[in-house]
């Protein structure tokens, strides 16, 4: 166990590859395309599995927002860090993390990358700097600040990236970690993904001021927003931003506006969106947009779709037969980890 | 200086703390001090007075008023490497941060299934005695004693003062501290810095054979002075020190219960749901038949802690509540 694992030197290959998808070399574009349609594919199986219930708890769907995880993790090095949220298949995807890991967490299986512990809201992968899933709204906010200080104080140049919801602006979370990372320029991002609703509260009944870029830029850092639908300008929004932290200048702040097709949960009859309004959104969905564009230009081919789908599908059907066949965490182990084993050496 | 100079010079608790924090910033680059007032104020009770002059503000690092980003600030740091002290002025404000506590260090490394553990150590100021009415005088360090994955420290002596500190930064998981307020200006002879100071043990403080006195922190000063006048009553009561709140020394509670067969436990806390529940409890699990006597129990009255000083004293343990509560238990001898 450790603190500061460093992932290994070719993990840039390891975790951005996947079986059978990288055969020839592909532009940028294609390869976010591919890693949306990914996100999306998997979680649509998420939802199967789930109604099989081989999926229980609650389960927190990013299909709409795939453009986010997509976006920011690609500019970000293997040696940043990244703070979720309890919406974050999408992160650890994007992040590197195997379906494998994520469905086998889902299942309560030896094989999830907590063990079964933690499940869909507490992802976590300590040689990828994945530091969850936290289902706390704006409690992940403080730790991100905190990895922040220490990149600092040990003088790396290293970045935190850190997720969360709309909702979490009205919590004091929010304003203690904004006011203390741009007191202490720490280098720490705030991807902030403004999908328009607090679970069932949307933005406008739930803050005074919902220009949130605004409100985050009184406390002293660059803060804009960007089109969370458009997975180009979040690439882009997040290069910039995530370069700014580097730089030293202290935090910054986007806000990625964006909107979830599905409900908060499954558990969520979503009677608080209007049918119009989920329809008009649909319309701006990153997939389908990028896939038009990559046609118009002459770069994707039915072909190259169906070879996506097939691989996507091969990909995700290996891993549900690997979250089946693995063994559940013994209940033996049940206590173990509720403190630290060995004691670590000084 | 003479010989006979340096034998006399004394160390307060307050000093004591301060020493152990130098002395682990001067050992290990990776720990640094942040929490309000730690800096240019010298710490709320003078703590860490000096400190920000000898190491510098990168190391001691005043805080905004936010109790949950900075505790949750010192999380992130341990996690990224550093070996953080969090310095919380009261345990009543540390509310403001329980989130922070409870949801991430005392939770992430089990949840991450042992991929991040959180060495983190968290100091607070605990307790009544200083007038300072009920938002800064509470004992709720049963509460976090609660909470599987913390380990609760409660020094109450200038040696635990100095010694605690190192073990506890060497804990590869969240350690509190909670220092009561009014043993900061207690002063004895420097602690012989050849005895280790362990993290896992209570602490016989006085021999006994009639019963055993169980307390902590703020308490065992009553509870030694209740031991001196029932001593000159032909009673010889046994004073037991936890020192570390969770885990319990379960074994050194009933090793002396199994010979004084009486037991009387004095905690600040609020008596409903509390540690001396707790304590109680385990001793009837554990040691059921070898009682002669119910077990009986000192707490604060179950009131907010009040401002006047005739009130706040009536709300507190005192030596004579002991001294009654151990005569109850001795009286019912067969």
Not at chain 1, 194 to 217: I, P, V
Not at chain 2, 246 to 270: K, M, N, Q
Request: contains cysteine; proline residues 5%.
């Amino acid at each position: 166990m450790t603190t500061t694992a460093k992932p290994a030197k070719n993990a840039t290959t390891t975790h951005r590859s996947r079986p059978g998808v990288d055969r020839r070399p592909r532009t940028t574009e294609f390869e976010m395309l591919r890693d949306m349609t990914r996100i999306r594919r998997f979680e649509e199986r998420c939802v199967e599995l789930y109604s099989a219930t081989k999926i229980r708890g609650f389960l927190h769907l990013c299909i709409g927002e795939e453009a986010i995880p997509v976006g920011v993790m690609r500019a970000l090095t293997d040696d940043d860090a990244v703070v979720s949220t309890y919406r974050e298949h999408g992160h650890a995807l994007a992040r590197g993390m195997t379906m494998g890991a994520l469905l086998g967490e889902m299942f309560g299986k030896q094989s999830g990358c907590s063990g079964g512990r933690g499940g869909s809201m507490h992802l976590f992968d300590a040689a990828r700097r994945f530091y969850g899933g936290n289902a706390i709204v704006g409690g992940g906010l403080p730790v991100a600040v905190g990895l922040a200080l220490a990149e600092k104080m040990r003088g790396t140049n290293n970045v935190v990236a850190c997720l969360f919801g709309d909702g979490a602006m009205a919590e004091g979370e929010f304003h203690e970690s904004a006011n203390l990372a741009a007191l202490w320029h720490l280098p720490v991002v705030f991807f902030c993904e403004n999908n328009l609703y607090a679970m069932g509260t949307s933005l406008a009944r739930e803050h005074a001021q919902t220009d949130l870029a605004l409100r985050a830029a009184s406390y002293g850092m660059v803060a804009w927003p960007a089109d969370g639908m458009d997975v180009l300008a979040v690439v882009d929004a997040a290069r910039r931003a995530v370069e700014l932290a580097r730089s030293g200048s202290g935090p910054c702040f986007v806000e990625l506006r964006t909107y979830r097709f599905r409900a908060h949960s499954m558990y969520d009859p979503d009677r608080y969106r209007d049918k119009a309004e989920i329809e008009q959104w649909r319309h701006r969905d990153p997939i389908p947009a990028l896939t038009e564009k990559l046609r118009a230009a002459g770069v994707l081919s039915d072909d190259d779709l169906t070879e996506i789908e097939a691989e996507i599908l091969t990909e995700i059907d290996k891993a549900v037969a690997e979250a089946e066949a693995a063994p559940e965490e013994p209940v033996g182990d049940l206590t173990r980890f509720v403190t630290s084993e060995p004691r670590r050496e000084q | 200086m003479t010989a006979q100079a340096t034998a006399q010079v004394e160390l307060t608790y307050r000093e004591a703390m301060r020493e152990a924090m130098r002395e682990a910033m001067t050992r290990d680059e990776r720990v640094f001090l942040m929490g309000e007032d730690v800096g240019r104020y010298g710490g709320c009770f003078a703590v860490s007075m000096g400190l920000l002059e000898e190491f510098g503000p990168e190391r001691v690092r005043d805080t905004p008023l936010s109790e949950s980003g900075f505790v949750g600030a010192g999380i992130g740091a341990a996690l990224g490497g550093m070996r953080p002290i969090v310095e919380i002025m009261t345990v009543n404000f540390s509310l403001l941060a329980l989130d922070q506590i409870l949801n991430n260090a005392a939770t992430l490394l089990h949840m991450s299934n042992g991929q991040f553990n959180v060495p983190l150590v968290i100091r607070m100021t605990t307790g009544a005695g200083r007038q300072l009415a009920a938002q800064h005088s509470h004992s709720l360090e049963g509460w976090y004693a609660h909470i599987p994955g913390l380990r609760i420290l409660a020094p109450a002596t200038i040696a635990d003062a100095r010694g605690m500190l190192w073990p506890a930064l060497e804990d590869p998981d969240p350690v509190l501290i909670f220092e009561h307020g009014t043993l900061y200006n207690v002063s004895g002879p420097p602690p012989d810095p050849s005895i280790s100071v362990d993290i896992t043990s209570a602490a016989v403080r006085r021999a006994g054979r009639d019963v055993t006195i169980v307390t902590y922190g703020g308490t065992l000063s009553k509870a030694l002075d209740a031991a001196d006048e029932l001593s000159a009553g032909g009673v010889e009561a046994e004073v037991i020190d936890l020192r570390v709140l969770r885990p319990l020394d379960d074994a050194t509670l009933l090793e002396s219960v199994t010979r004084t067969h009486r037991v009387v436990i004095v905690d600040e806390g609020w008596r409903s749901g509390s540690l001396s529940a707790e304590i109680s409890a385990r001793l009837v699990e554990h040691a059921f038949y070898d009682l002669d006597a119910p077990i009986e129990r000192v707490c604060s009255a179950e009131v907010p802690m009040p401002y006047a000083l005739h009130l706040e004293q009536a709300a507190l343990p005192q030596q004579a509540d002991v001294v009654a509560a151990v005569m109850r238990t001795v009286d019912s001898r067969a």
